[in-house]
């Protein structure tokens, strides 16, 4: 997974590693805000915003070239996205 992003952002371990622990817990910290705006709004809104999320992140993530832009796209968009797709919201449905 590292080496898809060391050569087209042109950062080191570090900073990758950084981006996907952060993303890692932001996975688990917004499951619950995300379950209750499913029971507020709809799970099919949470899911909607979840499929936009993740692909803004998934398409824009090789086209970063700064820390920061990794850290945004891939260490927060992608992981609130993919949380929009989990298990519970899912299987609510």
């Known amino acids: 997974m590292m080496n898809g992003l060391l050569e087209p952002t042109g950062l080191d371990y ?23 705006l499913a029971l507020k709004k709809s ?3 949470v899911m909607m915003l979840g499929i936009i999320l ?11 070239r700064s820390f920061l832009t ?9 992981p609130l996205g993919t949380t929009g797709l989990c298990f519970g919201i899912i299987m609510g449905q």
Request: glycine letters at 14%; one cysteine or more.
């Open 43 to 45: 799970n099919a809104f």
């Open 70 to 78: 990794l850290f945004i796209f891939f260490g927060l968009i992608l």
């Open 14 to 36: 570090a900073s990758i590693s950084f981006c996907i622990g952060v993303g890692a817990f932001i996975y688990g910290l917004v499951q619950p805000f995300l379950g209750m």
């Open 54 to 64: 993740t692909i803004t992140g998934l398409f824009i993530t090789p086209l970063c």
